[in-house]
């Protein structure tokens, strides 16, 4: 993804402390930059180093000129563009801080109206930087706002700016939150130690809560998630259709691009969704050798792609393939490797990673030139926190008398550069290897804290250590990922991760575990904790009655667990409540079942 060319180029490169400089030295020594691939058409808007530094520099000056000042925090919720990419540095450039935010979604504007409103209160905006075509839907979602606390609107012009932006701006008062102002005051706020971004943490089981980024942060993490690639850099270039809304696709894609100097592809998310084969294309003709998914991406790729798509697609030039984001199966990257191994694609070229927002983003790396490394394990002795080989290899079936069975990890490998790992007890004491544990996070890339929430940053970094909320144990010194506390289930007191129970649905036509849930609720019979599974009917796919889903989602729940739910609800497409950047949200499920919030088709009770 980088075209570093001496060590003359890397000390220069190493000396950039702010993602400002950092594109300006980009601009100023390579001739890579970022193009944006249409689906439709198949061809690419490019734009050299030079020319996004120039533009954004421009865009700067105007939004200064209208009121942008120092420390302001500026939300950019625009497509994936060029819009976006100059609207971002101009932000950068101009000494504010960003807070890229999704873009309305059809059919859940209620929803979206919401959590947009409460993450522009959250992160302090007073700028909001939007294209004309959304206009009406943020119109009325901001004029809901309290007055104080209202953003002022403007937008961006789609196209490509030549040598200066004519963006013609009304004035507006931009306020510095507290946070800032007193990050900036503190011994004069080193350029490194400036806050550069406000990164979302994903809210899977908590509401997303605002993530202060400085500089330093994300120039380390960037490098050394770099360093872990092997080779020449120049050799290398990349592709995406994450949402730069998101940690991985903004600084895994893009600022790494820049970091690297490299060229780099962007794909509109809503393209992928649409089209899964156009990814697959752009990765053909940008010929990108380093790309990140999350792991149901490839499972849409498996279900939804023809072979009369693949007409001319080239995948062997994709050696480096980033997943994570989302818990990372084998059955996935295998399926994946044999579906498209007709276009060169190798299963080794599979690289699992861990990370999180707050770690701003990359925490370990699995070994780029190896096949992923699986574990077979005790499920029984996994439900009491041991990490045990399977004597069956993870072929067994449930005992009869309903205890896990095997089940199988995939390794995410090891920590990056300068990155210290732990897995503590609920004591918060480090654990032997093959303990499940919480897995705490040290080092430079470890957040500032949270926006303006002193507790809640106190309670997740402990000395430095960031207490990242996931489970997981070392095995000979490499990560593997139990799912999160808060999701775990436990029932007789043992835990069982909830992706175990929703998997379990794939075998069930018309459904399936990406638009499930599985959630504990309190069983006010038993006394005890139970859980149910909650699932969308996929739209149009399953001829069955709801009635019938049920019966089968609960049959194939406790053939392949042998763990019995208090009910299955089969609910329409779209009902349960997700993350930006789509991940279902267990927590929220579950409270919105329990207070009769769902929409229900159909639902088997025990």
């Given at each position: 993804m980088s075209a570093v060319e001496s060590g003359t180029d890397r000390r220069e490169m190493e000396q950039a402390i702010s993602l400002p400089a950092a594109l300006s030295v980009a601009a100023a020594s390579a001739k890579a930059g970022i193009h944006f691939y249409s689906a439709r058409s198949g061809e690419r808007e490019s734009h050299s180093y030079a020319e996004l530094d120039r533009d954004a520099r421009a865009l700067a000056a105007d939004l200064q000129a209208v009121g942008l000042r120092e420390g302001a925090s500026v939300a950019l919720i625009l497509s994936t563009s060029y819009a976006f990419v100059r609207g971002l540095f101009a932000v950068l450039h101009a000494g504010a801080v960003p807070c890229c935010l999704p873009t309305p979604r059809l059919g859940r504007m209620a929803d979206y109206q919401g959590s947009t409103r409460a993450m522009l209160a959250a992160a302090g905006v007073s700028l909001v930087l939007s294209e004309a075509s959304l206009e009406k839907q943020l119109g009325g979602l901001l004029a809901d706002m309290p007055a104080d606390r209202r953003p002022a609107l403007r937008f961006v012009s789609p196209g490509a700016e030549a040598t200066q932006s004519n963006e013609s701006f009304q004035s507006f008062e931009s306020r510095v939150p507290a946070a800032f102002a007193s990050i900036l005051q503190q011994s004069g706020a080193a350029p490194g130690d400036r806050p550069a971004l406000i990164q979302f943490s994903s809210g899977t089981t908590v509401a997303p809560k605002p993530v202060i980024l400085t500089h330093s942060n994300i120039l380390s993490n960037t490098r050394a998630s770099l360093d872990s690639f092997p080779g020449e850099m120049r050799e290398h270039s990349g592709c995406s259709w994450l949402p730069l809304h998101h940690d991985m696709g903004l600084i895994g894609g893009l600022f790494a691009a820049i970091v690297a100097r490299g060229d780099m592809t962007f794909l509109r998310p809503e393209d992928f969704i649409a089209r899964p084969a156009a990814w697959l294309r752009a990765l053909s003709e940008s010929r990108a050798t380093i790309c990140p998914a999350p792991n149901f991406a490839l499972q849409i790729c498996?279900?939804?792609?023809?072979?009369?798509?693949?007409?001319?697609?080239?995948?062997?030039?994709?050696?480096?393939?980033?997943?994570?984001?989302?818990?990372?199966?084998?059955?996935?990257?295998?399926?994946?490797?044999?579906?498209?191994?007709?276009?060169?694609?190798?299963?080794?070229?599979?690289?699992?990673?861990?990370?999180?927002?707050?770690?701003?983003?990359?925490?370990?790396?699995?070994?780029?030139?190896?096949?992923?490394?699986?574990?077979?394990?005790?499920?029984?002795?996994?439900s009491r926190g041991e990490a045990v080989a399977h004597p069956q290899n993870g072929r067994a079936n449930a005992d009869s008398d309903g205890s896990v069975p095997a089940v199988d990890l995939l390794s995410v490998g090891r920590p990056l550069r300068d990155i210290e790992l732990e897995i503590r007890d609920a004591s918060g004491v480090a654990v032997s290897p093959q303990r499940v544990g919480r897995i705490f996070v040290r080092g430079p890339g470890v957040?500032?804290?949270?926006?303006?929430?002193?507790?809640?940053?106190?309670?997740?970094?402990?000395?430095?250590?960031?207490?990242?909320?996931?489970?997981?144990?070392?095995?000979?010194?490499?990560?593997?990922?139990?799912?999160?506390?808060?999701?775990?289930?436990?029932?007789?007191?043992?835990?069982?991760?909830?992706?175990?129970?929703?998997?379990?649905?794939?075998?069930?036509?018309?459904?399936?575990?990406?638009?499930?849930?599985?959630?504990?609720?309190?069983?006010?019979?038993?006394?005890?904790?139970?859980?149910?599974?909650?699932?969308?009917?996929?739209?149009?796919?399953?001829?069955?009655?709801?009635?019938?889903?049920?019966?089968?989602?609960?049959?194939?729940?406790?053939?392949?667990?042998?763990?019995?739910?208090?009910?299955?609800?089969?609910?329409?497409?779209?009902?349960?409540?997700?993350?930006?950047?789509?991940?279902?949200?267990?927590?929220?499920?579950?409270?919105?079942?329990?207070?009769?919030?769902?929409?229900?088709?159909?639902?088997?009770?025990r």
């Open positions: 498996c279900d939804r792609v023809r072979d009369a798509d693949l007409e001319g697609v080239d995948l062997s030039h994709w050696s480096i393939a980033l997943i994570g984001a989302e818990t990372v199966r084998e059955t996935t990257l295998r399926r994946f490797a044999d579906r498209f191994a007709a276009q060169g694609f190798r299963y080794s070229s599979f690289t699992p990673v861990y990370g999180l927002a707050e770690a701003t983003l990359a925490v370990t790396f699995s070994a780029v030139t190896d096949e992923p490394r699986s574990l077979y394990l005790d499920g029984q002795a996994l957040m500032h804290g949270y926006m303006d929430a002193p507790e809640a940053t106190a309670r997740s970094i402990h000395n430095g250590w960031l207490d990242t909320g996931d489970l997981g144990f070392l095995f000979e010194g490499q990560l593997y990922i139990y799912g999160r506390e808060r999701d775990i289930i436990i029932l007789n007191g043992r835990n069982h991760d909830p992706q175990s129970i929703e998997f379990a649905l794939d075998t069930v036509a018309g459904l399936g575990h990406d638009r499930a849930a599985a959630v504990a609720i309190d069983d006010a019979e038993r006394g005890t904790e139970s859980f149910v599974v909650l699932v969308e009917k996929e739209k149009g796919a399953a001829k069955l009655a709801p009635e019938q889903l049920t019966a089968q989602a609960r049959e194939a729940v406790i053939a392949s667990t042998g763990l019995i739910p208090a009910a299955v609800a089969v609910l329409p497409t779209g009902q349960l409540p997700r993350t930006t950047s789509g991940k279902i949200r267990r927590a929220a499920a579950g409270r919105a079942y329990t207070a009769g919030e769902l929409t229900i088709l159909a639902e088997s009770l």
